[in-house]
């Protein structure tokens, strides 16, 4: 089923986040209580035969008046047709939106930036950009202030998708939801700019953006010229350049963005975050 939540977040957000208008999904997020949530959401519980373990969880969203549409399956191969269901509700939510489902026009702003700071990496051996955010509570603080009802917070991970790191990135992510009452999603950069990114620079401006970035433990050269040894940029560098073209996107659109660079040490200081917010 996780698979099936990251197939339907990119069909929902990419598809309907555009012309400041948008639908923000959430996936893999434990649940909480109804208590941590806004008025602003739609559960949707995806329920297989035999199987109760959220039944209760559920039942008490429902109870507390929060909207949730439970979707029977008999069995997996029932997916099959989920698959249809969701594509054909998407289309039809872009209709009542009032935007085209099937384009993504911010897609490539992140990408276009990226490119610029490679570029400026070759010819000048850096890329150019103002320092990241001190790892302090004063800063945190101040930017969760800017949150105001019907906002949402995305996590852009741009660090290695362990176990542990996921496992602390979800501690975090589920703190600011139950501080906050937003919805928070996350994501492992660059994988979400072919997702959420759309929607990020493209719905109403409602995300408060928390980027991460973090020095690589082995950097690995780019040949230049397949085949031959030579290498004027690294994996490293092209991450980062995709890391800082998508924070200056988001500017670009008057997103309210922060960036924390975690340096080596990324459990230390997710750790330390999560600290702030608890």
Request: aromatic residues 8%.
């Amino acid at each position: 089923m996780c698979s099936f939540g990251d197939w339907v977040e990119q069909l929902v957000a990419e598809s309907t986040g555009k012309d400041g208008k948008g639908i923000l999904p959430v996936v893999g997020e434990s649940i909480g209580g109804p208590e941590v949530y806004g008025n602003d959401r739609l559960f949707l519980y995806l329920r297989l035969a035999g199987e109760e373990e959220y039944d209760e969880q559920v039942e008490k969203l429902e109870e507390a008046g929060h909207p949730v549409v439970t979707v029977h399956l008999d069995d997996q191969y029932d997916l099959g047709r989920l698959f249809f269901l969701m594509e054909m509700a998407t289309a039809v939510a872009g209709y009542h939106l009032g935007i085209n489902p099937c384009d993504q026009p911010n897609v490539e702003a992140a990408k276009v930036l990226a490119r610029e700071m490679t570029v400026q990496y070759r010819n000048n051996g850096q890329l150019f950009e103002a320092e990241p955010t001190p790892l302090t509570d004063e800063e945190l603080d101040a930017f969760l202030k800017q949150a105001k009802s019907g906002d949402y917070i995305a996590i852009q991970a741009y660090v290695p998708p362990n176990d542990a790191i996921g496992a602390s990135l979800q501690d975090l992510r589920e703190q600011l939801r139950d501080r906050t009452h937003l919805a928070v999603t996350l994501g492992y950069g660059p994988r979400f700019l072919h997702s959420t990114g759309q929607l990020h620079k493209g719905d109403g401006g409602n995300g408060l953006f928390i980027q991460f970035t973090s020095d690589p433990r082995e950097d690995v050269a780019i040949p230049d010229e397949a085949g031959k040894p030579e290498s004027s940029i690294t994996f490293g560098v092209l991450k980062t350049a995709q890391a800082l073209g998508d924070k200056n996107a988001l500017r670009e659109q008057n997103r309210r963005v922060i960036h924390f660079h975690l340096g080596s040490d990324i459990l230390e200081g997710l750790h330390q975050l999560a600290g702030v917010v608890s």
